[in-house]
C-alpha cells in the first residue's frame, strides 16, 4: 500500500513538471510574439516620423536619424532600418545658437571622419588624439569632464537660418556625433550640445558611413 502510494506521487510530481515545463514554454513564446510586436511597432512609428519630416528619405543611400525623444540614433539605407543604437543628446536642450551648449535640429550631413584607426577610447583634443586613453565610467555619473572618444563625425548644417549661418552654424559650433568616457549616461540628455555614443557602437557606424551621408536630428 505505502509503495502504490508512492507511485502516485511520482506520477503527480512528473504531471506536475510537465504542466510547469509547457506553461513556462508557452509563457516565452508569448514574450517573445510582444517583444517582436513591439519591436514592429518602434520601427513602423519611427518611419512614420521620418517620412513626416521627408517623404524622400527612402531615396537616400544612407541616412542617419537622431530621435530627440527617445535618446535614439537608427541607421538607415535606402529607407530599411540597419540598426538602432542609444545616444545621448545635450543636457540643455535644443537649439542653434552659438555657445548655447545645445544640440541643433534639422538636416545636417558628415562634414569630416576624424579618428580612424585609433584606439577605442582614445581621447580626441580639437579633433587630434593626445595619446591618452580615457576612463569609461558605467555608472550614471555626470563628470566635469567631457571627454570626445574614440571616433568623430563632424557635421555640417544644411538648412540655412536653421543650422547654417552666422551665429547658429552647426559645422562652427563643432557639433559632432563622437564617443564619451560618460557611458552610463547614454539613453538620456548629457551632453554639451554634441551626440553622445557608446565607444564601440561609434567605431562601428563609422565604418558604416561615409562622408557627405545625411543626418537628420529631430
Known amino acids: 500500500m505505502v ?25 516565452l513564446i508569448t514574450s517573445c510574439s510582444s517583444l517582436v ?8 512609428n519611427t518611419l512614420d516620423k521620418i517620412n513626416s519630416i521627408d517623404s524622400q528619405y527612402k531615396n537616400l543611400d544612407t541616412l542617419l536619424y537622431v530621435d530627440i525623444d527617445t535618446q535614439t540614433l537608427v541607421h538607415l539605407k535606402k529607407g530599411t532600418i540597419l540598426k538602432v543604437y542609444k545616444i545621448s543628446s545635450s543636457f540643455y536642450g535644443t537649439g542653434s545658437e552659438a555657445n548655447s551648449l545645445k544640440t541643433p535640429l534639422g538636416k545636417h550631413e558628415i562634414y569630416k571622419k576624424l579618428g580612424s584607426n585609433l584606439p577605442e577610447n582614445a581621447i580626441l583634443k580639437g579633433r587630434v588624439w593626445n595619446g591618452a586613453i580615457a576612463d569609461i565610467i558605467k555608472e550614471a555619473i555626470d563628470t566635469e569632464f567631457d571627454h570626445v572618444t574614440s571616433r568623430i563625425l563632424w557635421l555640417d548644417g544644411l538648412e540655412i537660418g536653421k543650422n547654417k549661418g552666422e551665429g547658429i552654424d552647426s559645422r562652427n559650433r563643432y557639433i559632432y556625433i563622437h564617443g564619451t568616457a560618460e557611458e552610463g549616461l547614454i539613453g538620456k540628455p548629457a551632453s554639451d550640445g554634441c551626440i553622445r555614443m557608446y565607444n564601440r557602437d561609434v567605431i562601428e557606424l563609422f565604418d558604416l558611413v561615409e562622408e557627405k551621408a545625411k543626418v537628420w536630428i529631430y
Do not use: A, P, V
Not at 506520477?11 to 508557452?26: A, G, Y
Not at 510586436?37 to 513602423?44: L, R, S, V
Open 37 to 44: 510586436i513591439n519591436e514592429n511597432n518602434n520601427k513602423n
Open 3 to 27: 509503495l502504490g502510494h508512492t507511485k502516485k506521487e511520482q506520477m503527480s510530481r512528473n504531471s506536475l513538471k510537465k504542466f510547469i515545463e509547457i506553461s513556462i514554454f508557452f509563457l
